[in-house]
Structures are given as structure tokens and as C-alpha cells.
């Protein structure tokens, strides 16, 4: 099972997460592009530790969106989409080629990850932008997404994502971060959801309805409360249960 984290969502003077850290836990790190979070100068310090930790950079690419960490959806234009992301992904791999690393996947980010679960022409046109970088890069996405099934279809890899740190609806959705309960910060009760998660491959949603998981790595938000603590719980739950974590 992969083990991924966001980071590189520092800006200038204003620091956000310990990624460090987080990096001597993960094993993929979804690196900010600069267009929700992430100065150049973050990027290349974040790719440098990824490289030396042997970790696999991830580009996550998002809305144009620097004051609202690209958590606002934006109904933009396919073809300008389609431009920011290939924009966003070119970026990254330059930084992170001159760190001796490459970007090996694609993470949508916030907002924009949650819109393309059904928005049919965000979708594709992530999907396009993607397979017009590198055809063979790894798109990944949440189970049963129009992102997913289209870059299927399309023979782009995926890679199938649960989060261990957020509640989720009946739908196999994402709650809502406006509504209470969206984000969970104990511990032991994001550790026991990973473990679940990989094992039995099913979680409890936030009505009690219990949902199927097939994913092929698990998130931990590295902008949360206590990240590397909860990074750190789930690491050391699934070695104990047994569940191989390394890189798809």
C-alpha cells in the first residue's frame, strides 16, 4: 500500500506543514505546482527532500486559486484547464529534474479533485492534459470518479485513493469540508481507518453506512493539525497489521 502526503504548500514567509517530516514517513509526496500553494523556491526544497528520501514526487496540480488554497471550485473553460495543467505539470518536472528526481504521477488537488468525481469536462480535459505531457504518468483519483473512468479508457495508468484523515458519504464522496466532522485529527482513529482501509477494504461513513474501498494508496493531508503525528500512527498501524507500504 502507498502512503502519500500533500506538500510544498508554503508561500514566501508563510509556512505550512513540517514536510521534512512528513517525508521521512511517506512514500509519495503530491508536490504543490504554485498555482494553489508552493513558491518556487518551496518547490525546489520540497523536491530536493523527496529526492534524498526516496520518495516519488507527484505534481498536484489545482485550480488558479493562491487565496483560497484552490479549495473554491471554478467553473473554468476545458481548453484553459487543459493549459493549466499541462502548464503546472511542465513546472514541477523541470524543478524537480534539477533535484535528480522526476514528477512519476498527477494528483489533482482540493476543489478541483472533488469536481472531477462528476464533472464529465473537468475531466477530460485533465485527462488530456496528462496523457499530452506524458501518456504513461499515473493519474490518480477517487474510486468510481469520471476522472478515473476516463483516464481508463483513454489507457492513462490510475491509482485509486482513499483518505484516512476524511469522513466520507454514503456515495464513497468526500464530506464536505463545511460541514462538522469532515476532517478527523485522533490518531488511533485515522490508524484503525488505514488499517481497515487496506485490509478489509471498507470504512464506516459518516452516517454509519459502511462503505467499499479499493484503493491503491492512502492520504494523509499534510495540512492538518498534527500531520506527522497522524502520518506517524498510521505508518507504524499498518506495518503492525502487516500491510506492506511502499511506492505502486
Not at 37 to 51: E, F, I, M, N, Q
Not at 132 to 161: H, Q, W, Y
Amino acid at each position: 500500500m502507498d502512503l502519500n502526503a500533500d506538500v510544498g504548500e508554503s508561500f514566501g514567509r508563510w509556512q505550512l506543514g513540517d514536510d521534512d517530516a512528513l517525508l521521512r514517513i511517506v512514500t509519495s509526496a503530491n508536490v504543490a505546482c504554485g498555482f494553489h500553494a508552493g513558491d518556487p523556491a518551496t518547490l525546489v526544497r520540497t523536491c530536493a527532500a523527496a529526492s534524498a528520501a526516496g520518495v516519488r514526487v507527484g505534481a498536484q496540480v489545482g485550480y488558479r486559486d493562491l487565496a483560497g488554497f484552490g479549495r473554491r471550485f471554478i467553473e473554468v473553460a476545458p481548453d484553459d484547464l487543459f493549459a493549466d495543467v499541462v502548464y503546472q505539470i511542465g513546472a514541477l518536472d523541470a524543478i524537480a529534474r534539477t533535484q535528480g528526481t522526476r514528477v512519476r504521477y498527477v494528483k489533482p488537488h482540493g476543489a478541483l479533485y472533488n469536481a472531477i468525481v462528476h464533472h464529465q469536462a473537468q475531466a477530460e480535459a485533465v485527462v488530456a492534459a496528462v496523457r499530452a505531457v506524458d501518456p504513461r504518468l499515473p493519474l490518480v483519483g477517487l474510486p468510481g470518479s469520471v476522472v478515473l473512468e476516463r483516464a481508463s479508457a483513454a489507457g492513462t495508468p490510475v491509482i485509486r485513493e482513499a483518505f484516512v484523515d476524511r469522513a466520507y458519504s454514503a456515495d464513497g464522496t468526500l464530506v464536505p469540508r463545511t460541514q462538522e466532522g469532515a476532517v478527523l485529527h485522533d490518531p488511533g482513529q485515522v490508524a484503525a481507518r488505514a488499517v481497515r482501509m487496506a485490509v478489509e477494504h471498507e470504512v464506516t461513513a459518516i452516517d454509519g453506512a459502511t462503505v467499499a474501498v479499493d484503493a491503491d494508496s492512502l492520504c494523509v493531508h499534510g495540512d492538518s493539525p498534527g500531520a506527522v503525528e497522524l502520518a506517524r500512527a498510521v505508518r507504524s498501524a499498518l506495518d503492525t497489521a502487516g500491510v506492506s507500504v511502499e511506492a505502486w
